[in-house]
């Protein structure tokens, strides 16, 4: 797949080859953790790992800064623990998450051509109205992709070339709150680093996570945080689609500590070692510690635990669900012919078989192949949206990049574009 002509610099090269030679620094900010991932982009598609650390996330949940101070130093211990391992100063940050609850429209927008060829221009200024029609008071636009384009009745893949007297743009855009979104970068340039780009979790997430085949063939991606889960469909090499609900793995402990009458510490790692969404027949049990600490409480058998988790994963399927069914038209068109699970709580055992219950599609975990660090591929479905951010914020994605608005809203943010996404020249 080819990248249309990437926007020129001033010495006349070209944005997106000068960010191939520059190092990049992501930043995931996660309900449970802080995910900073420093890497150099290959020569070949993917990137060489120089840092990844972990912070225990404070003062953040779904997105939201809760509590600024405990935010802000969980953010700088991520943010130096990476510039130790990198052995230099980090200065600019790709930020990505479920800050302001990302959610798409698409929107129709015509363009008069007056019997001229279609240009990027054309595409650009489709974009800019697109984002102008979907965006309502109080929302910020992260991303537009184009969809499809109509030239005088005429639908195809990429319009540019085809004269006529007008286009029909169908774009996707992925938009969210403003003043969630802003509190969260004023939140990171108070660390003395600047927000170059916030990306949506679950379009990082699906860049990471699908194979060209499954891009093409229609696939809906399924990113399990710890305080979000969020869904992404791509059909026909294009992002159709995003949605998230405010519940993750985190609520999972919750329900955990407060079903087995156990600490939230203890029920975490029940979860992490005995959690089993279809456990195996038999009367298995696990020692639950008190509340306090001090002792065993009870045994709870690991049907007792499967039930419980149960209950809140079918609860978050039925919620993705429910927002994809209001969305009908637009899978009807471009259906989805697989799931692909990523995330921290993708790891869940029986979550593909009860995926594969409630969506009736096959269900696999997503294997990751985009960094490459010093052990190998990174490929731990929890770096999904951390790995696809980088792909998004280089351009190296196999045939996505960004063209600069112009605008930096409050809070320092870059708001970008996606643009058009092509196939092989």
């Not at 996707?172 to 600047?194: P, Y």
Request: hydrophobic share 45%; aromatic share 4%.
């Amino acid at each position: 797949m080819s990248v249309c002509t990437p926007s020129e610099t001033a010495d006349g090269g070209t944005v997106l080859a000068r960010l191939r030679a520059t190092p990049l620094t992501v930043l995931d900010l996660g309900t449970a953790g802080i995910r900073c991932l420093v890497a150099r982009p290959r020569p070949s598609r993917g990137f060489g790992l120089l840092a990844r650390s972990l912070a225990e996330s404070r003062g953040l949940r779904a997105g939201a800064v809760t509590d600024a101070d405990a935010a802000r130093r969980a953010v700088a211990e991520a943010l130096e623990a990476a510039e130790e391992q990198a052995g230099e100063r980090l200065s600019r940050v790709v930020v990505v998450g479920a800050a302001g609850r990302p959610r798409s429209r698409t929107v129709r927008v015509d363009v008069p051509l007056q019997g001229n060829a279609v240009r990027d221009s054309h595409i650009r200024r489709a974009l800019h109205e697109a984002v102008r029609i979907a965006r309502q008071p109080g929302e910020t636009a992260l991303h537009a992709v184009p969809v499809e384009g109509t030239v005088d009745g005429r639908t195809l893949r990429d319009p540019r070339g085809m004269r006529g007297e007008r286009l029909e743009l169908l774009a996707t855009v992925v938009l969210a709150d403003a003043d969630a979104l802003a509190a969260l970068v004023d939140l990171v340039e108070s660390c003395h680093v600047v927000v170059e780009d916030v990306i949506a979790a679950p379009y990082a997430a699906a860049t990471a996570a699908l194979t060209e085949d499954e891009a093409e063939r229609g696939a809906l991606v399924l990113d399990f945080g710890a305080g979000t889960t969020s869904a992404a469909h791509v059909a026909d090499g294009r992002l159709l689609f995003t949605y998230a609900v405010p519940y993750g793995s985190v609520h999972l402990t919750h329900d955990l500590a407060y079903g087995l009458g156990t600490s939230r510490r203890a029920a975490e790692r029940i979860k992490v070692l005995n959690g089993h969404l279809f456990p195996p027949d038999g009367d298995a049990r696990v020692d639950v510690p008190a509340a306090d600490g001090e002792g065993i409480e009870r045994t709870a058998p690991l049907a007792e635990i499967a039930t419980i988790l149960r209950a809140r994963i079918e609860e978050i399927l039925d919620f993705l669900a429910e927002g994809i069914e209001a969305q009908r038209d637009l899978f009807d068109g471009r259906p989805p012919r697989a799931v692909v699970l990523t995330g921290g709580g993708a790891q869940l055992e029986g979550l593909v078989e009860l995926a594969e219950r409630v969506f009736g599609l096959p269900v696999r975990r997503a294997r990751l192949g985009l960094v490459f660090g010093p052990q190998g591929i990174e490929d731990d479905p929890s770096l999904a949206a951390a790995s696809g951010a980088l792909a998004l914020a280089s351009g190296d994605d196999g045939g996505l990049s960004f063209q600069e608005l112009g605008r930096r809203p409050p809070g320092g943010l870059l708001g970008r574009l996606a643009r058009w996404f092509v196939g092989d020249d």
